[in-house]
């Protein structure tokens, strides 16, 4: 199994190989690498495509320190660094929109280009973050029990068949591991104001059914960002909506890769 270390972490990362252009996928808050599958089956005829496990999921070996998605950008770029890749397509669902933003701001020359999946610029909604914060509480006493998992599946995925599989995934994590992520997510600034330095193409994708992040939360990122080419509304999507809904958002994401 591939590990980089980098950035004080342990770095768990699949690489389809290839002499296509590169392309990095982060994965959302509770997710893995493994959400995007379905993408990479679709682009790595084409495409050079790498998927890994931020800090706190997956099987990266994380320090369990705090930690901001500016850490988590660096450690995007960390991995790109130890792939000996000078510039890739950076894309992400949610949290890893995130971190694919701060990694654009940081580091222009590198992002080639940006997918940014159910994803927004702008901090944790003030109105829901005291309900998430008493999941997050839940969750570092008692575990994701019954109650708790099917309310923070029906967030993220929706899909009953697929939310079951993603429930057993999260009941193999240590409680501890809700804790500083869960912090870093709620906790996250606000990057609205600086979406104007970004000049990369960009294409947003956007779940109809999203229930954790609005559409027009997505349409205000798309038209923040001057090289965006548009906004794919994926129908009855979910948060998820790469992982929920594929076949809307495959081809539009290789029409955009291909165009680059």
Request: net charge negative; glycine share 10%.
């Given at each position: 199994?591939?590990?980089?270390?980098?950035?004080?972490?342990?770095?768990?990362?699949?690489?389809?190989?290839?002499?296509?252009?590169?392309?990095?996928?982060?994965?959302?808050?509770?997710?893995?690498?493994e959400?995007?599958?379905?993408?990479?089956?679709?682009?790595?005829g084409?495409?050079?495509?790498?998927?890994?496990?931020?800090?706190?999921?997956?099987?990266?070996?994380?320090?369990?320190?705090?930690?901001t998605?500016?850490?988590?950008?660096?450690?995007c770029?960390?991995?790109?660094?130890?792939?000996?890749?000078?510039?890739?397509?950076?894309?992400?669902?949610?949290q890893?929109?995130?971190?694919?933003?701060?990694?654009?701001?940081?580091?222009?020359?590198r992002?080639?280009?940006?997918?940014?999946?159910?994803?927004?610029?702008?901090?944790?909604?003030?109105?829901?973050?005291?309900a998430?914060?008493?999941?997050?509480?839940?969750?570092?006493?008692?575990?994701?029990i019954d109650?708790?998992?099917?309310v923070?599946?029906?967030?993220?995925?929706?899909?009953?068949?697929?939310?079951?599989?993603?429930?057993?995934?999260?009941?193999?994590?240590p409680?501890?591991?809700?804790?500083?992520?869960?912090?870093?997510?709620?906790?996250?600034?606000?990057?609205?104001?600086?979406?104007?330095?970004?000049?990369?193409p960009?294409?947003?994708f956007?779940?109809?059914?999203?229930?954790?992040?609005?559409?027009?939360?997505?349409?205000a990122?798309?038209?923040?960002?001057?090289?965006?080419?548009?906004?794919?509304?994926?129908?009855?999507?979910?948060?998820?909506?790469?992982?929920?809904?594929?076949?809307?958002?495959?081809?539009?994401?290789?029409?955009?890769?291909?165009?680059?």
């Amino acid at each position: 199994m591939p590990f980089a270390e980098v950035n004080g972490q342990r770095i768990r990362f699949d690489d389809s190989g290839g002499e296509g252009p590169p392309v990095i996928l982060s994965h959302g808050f509770l997710m893995d690498r493994e959400m995007f599958a379905p993408q990479v089956d679709a682009l790595s005829g084409e495409f050079r495509v790498i998927t890994w496990d931020e800090r706190g999921f997956g099987e990266t070996e994380y320090d369990g320190k705090p930690f901001t998605y500016w850490d988590s950008a660096i450690d995007c770029l960390g991995l790109l660094d130890h792939l000996g890749i000078e510039q890739a397509v950076l894309g992400g669902m949610s949290q890893g929109g995130f971190l694919s933003l701060r990694a654009a701001l940081l580091a222009p020359a590198r992002v080639r280009a940006l997918v940014l999946i159910d994803t927004q610029a702008g901090p944790e909604d003030p109105e829901r973050l005291p309900a998430y914060r008493q999941m997050q509480e839940t969750w570092l006493q008692v575990g994701p029990i019954d109650d708790l998992a099917n309310v923070v599946a029906s967030l993220i995925i929706g899909d009953p068949e697929l939310s079951r599989r993603w429930i057993a995934k999260w009941r193999e994590l240590p409680r501890e591991s809700m804790e500083a992520p869960a912090n870093c997510l709620f906790e996250r600034d606000d990057i609205t104001d600086r979406l104007g330095e970004i000049s990369c193409p960009a294409i947003v994708f956007h779940g109809t059914a999203d229930a954790s992040i609005e559409m027009n939360l997505a349409q205000a990122l798309c038209e923040g960002l001057s090289g965006c080419v548009g906004l794919v509304a994926v129908e009855g999507g979910s948060h998820a909506s790469n992982l929920t809904h594929p076949e809307q958002v495959n081809g539009p994401l290789l029409d955009f890769l291909r165009s680059l």
